[in-house]
């Protein structure tokens, strides 16, 4: 039962135009939210989160926009740049498990030079 | 400074036979996770364990699985009589703390992947 969702398996961008990756959760109960970058060979990194009281989140060129009513969250990437290819994980956490991450299927991301 | 280490970073093993994946956490993260990677989807949550003891092996299969972090030494996956579903790759995470205040210090290894042949 995949209760985070990223329906988009790949994105391929301009460098220096915006990146949108979408996410989408099925449990309500989920009230924190991550994105981890993982490129080829290594373990994921911990990029941005945002907490189900605020509506968005913003760390230099990256920005994650939720909206709690369609269970949705979007990650934003402005500029583009080359370093940024890589799969892009979307997770999510509730409080009485608030260790255990619920990952997405991911999206790979490629920024054309 | 080095971060998870994990090892092997590839195993090949015959169906029937036993896998076993070790982690090394950060220096000074006592909190160890076990994430597997099927093909084509994201990492999903197997057990989490403290040194000596396991807090939450809710997503471990109920047989041929087994997890430790004991007193001394890395913590180590087991599988028993692998069979090709086995084949993924196993990532270990480590923090200081729990709880998602630090989810933003918790750092994977560059992770294992089991092949069964």
């Known amino acids: 039962d995949q209760q985070v969702k990223q329906n988009s398996p790949s994105l391929s961008v301009q460098e220096g135009r915006i990146s949108i990756l979408n996410c989408d959760y099925t449990?309500?109960?989920?009230?924190?939210f991550l994105w981890y970058k993982k490129y080829p060979a290594e373990g994921p990194t911990f990029l941005i989160s945002?907490?189900?009281?605020?509506d968005k989140s913003e760390d230099g060129r990256f920005t994650v926009f939720l909206n709690k009513s369609a269970k949705h969250l979007s990650l934003h990437i402005v500029p583009s740049q080359p370093g940024d290819s890589a799969v892009y994980f979307c997770a999510a956490l509730y409080d009485t498990n608030d260790y255990k991450l619920s990952f997405g299927a991911g999206t790979t991301v490629t920024v054309r030079a | 400074n080095a971060g998870v280490m994990q090892n092997p970073r590839h195993l090949v093993r015959r169906r029937g036979q036993e896998a076993r994946l070790r982690c090394s956490p950060m220096?000074?993260?006592?909190?160890v996770y076990w994430y597997r990677q099927l093909p084509e989807e994201g990492l999903k949550f197997m057990v989490y364990l403290q040194k000596e003891n396991i807090i939450d092996e809710s997503g471990m299969p109920k047989e041929r699985f087994s997890a430790e972090f004991p007193k001394e030494g890395p913590s180590i996956l087991r599988i028993q009589q692998v069979v090709r579903g086995d084949s993924a790759a196993y990532f270990c995470?480590?923090?200081?703390?729990?709880?998602?205040?630090?989810?933003?210090?918790?750092?994977f290894g560059e992770g294992s992947r089991l092949t069964v042949l």
């Open positions: 449990n309500s109960m989920f009230d924190y």
């Open positions: 945002i907490s189900s009281i605020k």
């Open positions: 995470a480590s923090s200081p703390l729990s709880g998602r205040v630090n989810t933003g210090e918790l750092f």
């Open positions: 220096k000074g993260h006592s909190h």
